[in-house]
């Protein structure tokens, strides 16, 4: 593990209704680790980013970040939120506001920054994600790629200490799948903690510290890249490998 634990998932159950969707979840990420989950579709992989955010409430085990665990309700909650930075397929941006609205609204609402000390820090952020002249636009006139480079932007705007992805490039065109990827490498390179949802074997290759495998609310593996992808252990991530990596 790369630092002291930020991120401690013990012996976590959800359930929706009769669904048991995450089963028995341990999972520790060290500070500035790259986590990279990968798994079949409904295997609970979306779920697990939202527990961690408490976008989920789990009805047994524990979660902690950075050692305390995850708050309930009120402002505490909104601090963790702030805290654990969530980028979704679906960029989520707000369509009625401009770009540096969107990544200037929750410092000054959260966070509490003056309105000229956001908007400073919104185009800091946006030049690191590389659309600084999008500034003044709104959401739609931006291509995909854009838009989720926006939602990094506005996510990173929060001062999160770990951030979390899921599926980021998975709306996107082809050709906007890498400048969004070379973000978070760049992010990554630079100690940001991340678990990361995706597809892209590439970059789980490449910028991973750890592979969790999941599959049927389970992590059935939890490897280093070069282990998982020359030689996974259980059937069931070869046999997710050789349709993934072959299709
Ligand atoms: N809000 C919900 N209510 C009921 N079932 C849900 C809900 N969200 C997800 N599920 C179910 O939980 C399982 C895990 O879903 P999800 O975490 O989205 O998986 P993944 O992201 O790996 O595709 C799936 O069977 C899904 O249908
Ligand atoms: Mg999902």
Do not use: W
């Not at 599926?167 to 906007?176: Q, V």
């Not at 789980?204 to 969790?212: D, F, L, P, T, Y």
């Amino acid at each position: 593990m790369a630092g002291d634990p930020l991120i401690e998932l013990r012996d976590v159950n959800k359930y929706f209704g009769d669904l048991h969707v995450l089963q028995d979840i341990d999972l520790t990420v060290g500070k500035g680790e790259v986590v990279v989950v990968i798994g079949p579709s409904g295997s609970g992989k979306s779920t697990l980013c939202r527990a961690i955010n408490r976008l989920e409430t789990v009805q047994s085990g524990t979660i902690l970040l950075d050692g305390q665990p995850l708050p309930a309700e009120g402002k505490a909650l909104a601090r963790l939120r702030a805290e654990v930075g969530m980028v979704f397929q679906s960029f989520n941006l707000f369509a009625h506001k401009t770009v540096l609205q969107n990544v200037s609204l929750g410092q000054v609402k959260v966070r509490g920054r003056k309105k000229e000390e956001a908007d400073r820090r919104s185009r800091e952020l946006l030049e690191r994600v590389g659309v600084a002249d999008q500034a003044d636009k709104y959401p739609a006139q931006l291509s995909g790629g854009q838009q989720q480079r926006v939602a990094i932007a506005r996510a990173l705007a929060m001062g999160p200490k770990v951030m979390l992805f899921d599926e980021p490039t998975s709306a996107l065109d082809p050709e906007m799948i890498n400048e969004v990827l070379e973000v978070m490498r760049q992010l990554a390179r630079d100690g940001m903690t991340m678990i990361v949802v995706t597809h892209e074997m590439g970059f789980a290759r490449s910028a991973a510290n750890r592979v969790v495998f999941m599959a049927d609310g389970r992590i059935v593996e939890d490897r280093s890249p070069d282990e998982f992808f020359t030689n996974p252990s259980s059937e069931r991530a070869r046999d997710f490998l050789s349709k993934i990596l072959h299709h």
